[in-house]
């Protein structure tokens, strides 16, 4: 499909052409600028939690310097009988993540022993055109 992969690489100026888009790029950790000419740019950008203005504050429940609530080994949040999942918590934002987790605090709440195998989520990458 003619797809091309800059790994560690920033881009410091796009110009839309007429062609498509004149795109300059330097290494991440510095050096060289290059340009290159490309039909069409995909730009990856990182995610953020909705936790803002929920009133977490209010309760006493803390958020890390990304705005993630911190919760402990078992999804407990500062307040033992709050626990937090998915999108909420530190690491990737993925439903099947969330739902594995969910599962885990219905057990422990239950009184069983709620785990969560991350080395067997997988992890994705939503691209168009599709990449494989």
Do not use: C
């Amino acid at each position: 499909q003619g797809l091309k992969f800059k790994m560690k690489t920033k881009v410091v100026a796009t110009e839309v052409t007429d062609d498509g888009v004149k795109v300059t790029t330097e290494p991440a950790a510095g050096g060289e600028q290059t340009t290159l000419d490309a039909d069409v740019v995909l730009v990856a950008t990182g995610r953020r939690p909705y936790t803002k203005g929920l009133g977490l504050d209010n309760l006493g429940i803390s958020l890390n310097k990304q705005g993630f609530i911190e919760v402990d080994e078992h999804f407990r949040t500062q307040i033992p009988s709050i626990y937090a999942i998915g999108d909420a918590i530190p690491g990737p934002m993925l439903a099947h993540k969330a739902e594995e987790e969910g599962i885990a605090v219905a057990e422990t709440i239950a009184g069983f022993a709620g785990h969560v195998n991350y080395d067997a989520i997988p992890g994705v990458i939503y691209t168009h055109p599709e990449v494989a």
